[in-house]
């Protein structure tokens, strides 16, 4: 439904190639096991080195709401979902059959604009590959082609998705809302509002807004944990001093969602 994002469990996350391109921490709804991910700079086990952007995609909030702070300009329509899933279907097939893909014109000026989006791949319910950008840094729809492929091709916890499993893959793509900077925790909504944590410009950790409703947390479990994930095994480090938060929702769609 395009109300409601599905249930999700646990995960880890990974940076991958560059700022603001990771590989996501998508849960499997299967609860198939993926390939432990590999520890990448000063953060710690899965998380971002210093000055690099991290994110995890998926987010378990009503999307209407998430959409009214999509942007002060536009909400993302029905047609615009449709058309970016067969973008992120299109790159897929291309990438997994070693063919060049160059995206299309988009129909709407709002998908030129820059934006910050993840695709999700699974396979019989199991995780199979997620990769995003937290940050807009292209445009959106050349976002979408981009992590597409790589979710394909170069999430570091899977091999490469072949051109027989093509046909079997689910598709979900989520596009987040800028970060914006955290001066009080308590103005964090747990369900609504993903996180980033920066610690000491040493270590990095994020957790999409989905994350402390599926793990049945609080507030306070929820930022301890991030803490945790970003390679800080302190309880409480979100409190110091060093500890700098910035919070974003997610707009999450799935294939059936416009395929009825």
Request: charged content about 25%; glycine content about 8%; overall charge negative.
């Amino acid at each position: 439904m395009t109300s409601i994002i599905r249930r999700l469990r646990p995960a880890v996350l990974v940076l991958l190639l560059a700022p603001a391109l990771i590989a996501g921490s998508c849960r499997n709804q299967g609860g198939g096991s993926t390939k432990p991910a590999p520890q990448t700079g000063a953060g710690g086990p899965g998380e971002a080195a210093q000055g690099q952007e991290p994110g995890e995609p998926e987010a378990a909030t009503n999307t209407n709401e998430a959409e009214g702070t999509m942007t002060a300009k536009h909400t993302i329509t029905l047609e615009e979902k449709k058309w970016l899933m067969k973008l992120a279907k299109d790159a897929v097939w291309a990438a997994v059959n070693g063919k060049a893909f160059e995206p299309p014109e988009p129909p709407t000026a709002f998908l030129k604009d820059k934006g910050a989006a993840f695709v999700t791949l699974r396979k019989d319910e199991d995780l199979r590959g997620c990769i995003g950008h937290i940050i807009a840094m292209m445009p959106l729809f050349e976002c979408v082609a981009s992590v597409a492929r790589s979710a394909a091709l170069e999430d570091p916890r899977f091999p490469e998705v072949t051109p027989d499993e093509y046909k079997q893959l689910h598709f979900e793509i989520s596009v987040l809302t800028p970060p914006e900077d955290v001066k009080n925790p308590e103005e964090i909504v747990v369900g609504k509002d993903g996180v980033i944590i920066n610690y000491g410009g040493m270590y990095q950790g994020v957790f999409l807004p989905q994350v402390p409703t599926e793990q049945g947390w609080d507030r306070v479990e929820y930022l301890d944990n991030l803490c945790y994930k970003a390679g800080v095994m302190k309880k409480g480090c979100w409190k110091d001093s060093e500890a700098a938060l910035r919070k974003f929702q997610a707009i999450v769609w799935e294939q059936e969602d416009v395929e009825k």
